[in-house]
């Protein structure tokens, strides 16, 4: 029989998060139970929650920040035990059959990922980590090193695969300039990892408020976009940019930063169509580019190097009744970095 847990939902757009139950499938042979500790907040939660990427099934129950411990394997588990430490992430299966999933890159399943929460599973809609427990096929479980704290591991998960895969892809490293757009959720991650890769690492960020933050966390410069000198004073100076914000920008400006090869690359999500000049891409073969999330391979690669290096988000915990407050500070820029939710308020 399934089994009931805790939860927090919302029924629509701006509608409050309130308590709720919510059913966790009887665990199948390759199944693995997880109680959840922590769960990250991100903001496509937000952007999903108040419907604004379109049609939103409610009631929903979001996150895909994951981190517990397992609490109950099926009978064919070979991958983890109980008393392990793991996470989830933005999806819990694929297809398993396309090139893309056979290659290890299951977030570009050709039939399309199943999520952690919006999804589709058994024909049923699937329920996020907002709650006390998960179940998930041990092959789209990670298991969470000892080296990182299973709070700042949660938002490893999707803020930390969304910068890692695409600085690993496009070289970051020693002898390269890369640049993170945004000291947000996201860009703290861009920060610390690019600085762990050995690459060096410029901020640019609306203003100068968090310079401070951004040299804490590894950046060697950090420079503020509302200077229409910072446009100038950079200008072909780059390897490699990683855009993390979800406004929509002045891409020209930002492709003019680019050495020559350099890559623009989009992981931030805005509601607008971008556009940008082909002259901006033409002049010194620049590339404009997208990266979404990582494989559960590299999601894998990915914290066991940040326990290696000894790499955390920067994170405040708080009470599931503390959601809807953390969503709008999240929205007014009010958090450094990324809120967490403590499970066990659920």
């Known amino acids: 029989m399934p089994t009931t847990v805790n939860a927090r939902s919302t029924a629509g757009p701006r509608v409050p998060f309130q308590r709720t139950t919510i059913e966790r499938r009887d665990l199948r042979p390759e199944d693995v139970r997880i109680d959840i500790a922590y769960a990250g907040i991100c903001h496509s939660d937000i952007h999903t929650a108040r419907g604004e990427w379109g049609a939103t099934n409610y009631p929903l129950v979001p996150g895909h920040e994951i981190a517990g411990t397992v609490a109950e394997v099926g009978s064919a588990v070979t991958k983890y035990a109980v008393g392990d430490r793991v996470g989830v992430g933005c999806f819990v299966d694929s297809c398993r059959e396309c090139e893309n999933c056979l290659a290890g890159e299951e977030q570009y399943c050709l039939q399309g990922e199943t999520g952690t929460y919006g999804g589709v599973q058994d024909g049923k809609p699937t329920d996020g980590g907002y709650s006390q427990q998960i179940v998930v096929a041990q092959d789209y479980v990670l298991g969470i090193p000892e080296g990182i704290g299973l709070d700042v591991a949660a938002p490893l998960l999707c803020a930390g695969i969304t910068l890692y895969s695409p600085l690993k892809h496009w070289g970051a490293g020693p002898g390269t300039k890369v640049a993170v757009v945004g000291l947000g959720g996201l860009g703290h991650m861009g920060v610390k990892i690019a600085h762990a890769l050995g690459a060096e690492v410029t901020v640019l960020s609306q203003s100068l408020k968090k310079q401070e933050d951004g040299l804490r966390l590894g950046a060697d410069h950090f420079f503020a976009t509302s200077d229409p000198e910072t446009f100038q004073q950079l200008r072909g100076r780059f390897d490699l940019i990683v855009n993390t914000v979800s406004a929509t920008l002045d891409l020209d400006a930002y492709l ?20 940008e000049a082909a002259f901006s891409l033409i002049q010194n073969r620049r590339s404009l580019a997208g990266s979404k999330i990582g494989g559960i391979r590299e999601t894998q690669e990915m914290l066991d190097f940040c326990a290696e290096h000894g790499l955390g988000a920067e994170i405040e915990v708080i009470s599931a009744d503390q959601i809807d407050e953390a969503y709008e500070r999240i929205v007014a820029s009010d958090v450094r970095y990324r809120f967490v939710i403590d499970a066990s308020t659920v």
């Open 256 to 275: 003019g930063m680019l050495r020559v090869n350099g890559t623009l690359v989009e992981v931030g999500a805005p509601e607008q169509p971008m556009t």
